[in-house]
């Protein structure tokens, strides 16, 4: 009996060491780590963990659970977590002094916990009261707590230093966690990552269908998405500067933009042709002359244009010309 014993506490011991030679190994895989993420090669073990964790465990439960559970269900699931979700939100903007926000997240909590039956319906949204993103981890940011490297936690997903620390504050601002017996809470906890693993199905498949490195999309996705919730939205790609171009034509007014554009070719050839007429007669070279300006003024008395410049071609009025399509086709506006 006491061999067995020490066999197993040996199996056990063995099991630990075999679990910390897998972390050391994951930690020597990556040989230049990113900028931002030096625990890069622990990080992608546990990032393996929870895949695996979720894939054969997590969203096979959350599979069925839509399986059995109607839409309207999860939907009022849903809003109750939000609701509860938002008493930490309100805290959080009151902390930062965003006080409008903050006012806000509590209408929306005093409307659906009223009028939604505990927050089941998400009423508020409705009455046009938006709906805020925020936290501990944001709250630090906001007063200058850098960042630190980028962190996988066991279970939890992507994380920074300063968003661990600030996911802590969180728990005990939840008031999930004040709920008794610890059993209900604990259910409750439970319920709340299952339904939200469940909205997000669709997003994972996509994920495993368009990310060549997984760790590395979740990683950079991650990032980006709290800096610009640190950045209260405001943070945006700036766009290339191509110097100052030449505005694009309206084709708002069809008439008077292609009579404009009509008059002007009368115009000069009318002008070429009476700076070049040398053997014309005096008065047929001030009627050359006179063309010119009232074919510039775009009038509706302007002679129509000749398309291929043959006699027998289709000539149509100059006010009715439309710039020519892709295959060089003039188009016609019906009136």
Not at 175 to 194: C, E, F, K, R, T
Not at 255 to 264: E, N, Q
Not at 268 to 293: D, E, F, I, L
């Amino acid at each position: 009996m006491q061999t067995t014993r020490i066999s197993g506490a040996r199996a056990f011991q063995a099991g630990k060491l075999a679990v910390a030679a897998a972390l050391l190994a994951g930690c020597s895989t990556v040989q230049t780590p990113t900028k931002g993420d030096p625990l890069e090669g622990l990080n992608r073990t546990i990032f393996t963990v929870n895949d695996k964790l979720d894939q054969y465990a997590l969203k096979p439960v959350a599979k069925g659970y839509v399986f059995i559970t109607p839409q309207p269900v999860r939907d009022s699931v849903t809003n109750f977590f939000s609701n509860i979700g938002d008493v930490y939100i309100a805290a959080n903007n009151l902390l930062q002094l965003k006080i409008t926000d903050g006012v806000e997240d509590i209408m929306r909590i005093v409307i659906n916990t009223v009028f939604g039956v505990g927050g089941l319906f998400d009423v508020a949204t409705l009455a046009k009261l938006p709906k805020h993103d925020n936290d501990l981890g944001l709250t630090l940011g906001h007063y200058g707590v850098p960042a630190g490297p980028y962190l996988v936690l066991p279970l939890f997903g992507p994380s920074t230093v300063r968003d661990a620390v600030g996911s802590i504050g969180n728990y005990y601002v939840n008031p999930l966690s004040y709920i008794h017996p610890d059993g209900l809470s604990w259910a409750l906890y439970g319920l709340n990552i299952v339904n939200t693993r469940a909205n997000l199905l669709n997003a994972s498949d996509v994920l495993e269908g368009a990310a060549l490195d997984k760790y590395s999309f979740v990683r950079n996705a991650y990032l980006q998405r709290r800096q610009y919730l640190l950045s209260d939205g405001k943070q945006s790609a700036a766009l290339p500067n191509y110097g100052d171009e030449a505005p694009l034509p309206k084709y708002d007014d069809v008439d008077s933009g292609a009579a404009a554009g009509a008059a002007g070719t009368q115009g000069a050839a009318a002008a070429k042709a009476a700076s070049g007429a040398t053997a014309a007669t005096p008065p047929q070279a001030a009627s050359a002359t006179a063309a010119a300006p009232e074919a510039a003024s775009g009038s509706s008395e302007s002679p129509p244009l000749d398309l291929n410049g043959g006699p027998e071609t289709t000539q149509i009025p100059a006010g009715q010309l439309v710039p020519p399509t892709r295959f060089n086709f003039p188009s016609f506006k019906l009136r």
